[in-house]
């Protein structure tokens, strides 16, 4: 079993949907949480990171702790079709991020 | 944010030969991080740049097939020595920012192998 489970999708939605990502993992060291979105043939991209559980909003986006469930999502409001990409979750413990294995979203117009 | 730069973009490579891979960070950070994507699947940490120290691998790589070097604060190398067509992966580089908040770390635009 992996540390952190990611379900790969394609997840496709239209335009202005609300969508959501989700993350399990098994590793109840992890304290830092984030999230990644990387678009084909780039690096990923910091979209946010959350510590422990709660939750945290940056714009359209909105990342969710439960450490008691060991689940973690990212909601997307009024989703976009730039918003097209792979979501990476990623944990931390000590100084290593693990990461999960990425959600595809397509966002239809 | 840091602003990382990978050279080159891509690559192939006949089998048994090496490749070094540069990174180059806008900034003086503290750690650098070797990544390895392979299509489809996530990224696993290759190793850990220290500046003035050798490198720390995770388990599964070692020095021998992947020697990294940290002459500097801005700067590291990735080598992939003696190649095998299941190298064949994209390679990123990441830092954290100056002052190593490793909660914010930045990626390279990555760097594209296959092995022949």
């Known amino acids: 079993q992996k540390e952190v489970e990611q379900d790969p999708g394609p997840l496709s939605v239209p335009e202005g949907a609300i969508v959501s990502l989700n993350c399990t993992y098994s590793?109840?060291?992890?304290?830092?949480f984030m999230w990644y979105r990387q678009y084909s043939r780039k690096g990923p991209e910091l979209l946010m990171y959350t510590y422990s559980s709660g939750n945290k909003e940056d714009g359209r986006f909105t990342a969710q702790v439960d450490k008691s469930s060991k689940y973690i999502s990212l909601f997307i409001r009024d989703s976009q079709p730039s918003d097209s990409a792979t979501y990476l979750c990623?944990?931390?413990?000590?100084?290593?991020?693990?990461f999960g294995g990425g959600t595809r979203l397509m966002v239809k117009p | 944010s840091a602003v990382i730069s990978q050279k080159p973009s891509r690559d192939i490579c006949q089998r048994g030969t090496s490749l070094t891979i540069q990174c180059q960070v806008d900034s003086q950070v503290t750690m650098m991080f070797w990544y390895r994507q392979q299509p489809g699947q996530s990224l696993t940490l290759i190793a850990t740049?220290?500046?003035?120290?050798?490198?720390?691998?995770e388990s599964g790589f070692v020095i021998d097939k992947f020697p990294i070097s940290r002459p500097n604060l801005t700067f590291s190398t990735l080598t992939v020595s003696n190649m095998s067509p299941e190298d064949s992966s994209i390679y990123l580089c990441s830092s954290g920012l100056a002052g190593g908040n490793y909660n914010e770390q930045f990626f390279g635009p990555g760097t594209r192998l296959t092995v022949l």
């Open positions: 740049a220290n500046q003035g120290s050798e490198a720390t691998y």
């Open positions: 590793n109840s060291a992890f304290q830092y």
């Open positions: 990623a944990m931390r413990a000590g100084n290593m991020l693990t």
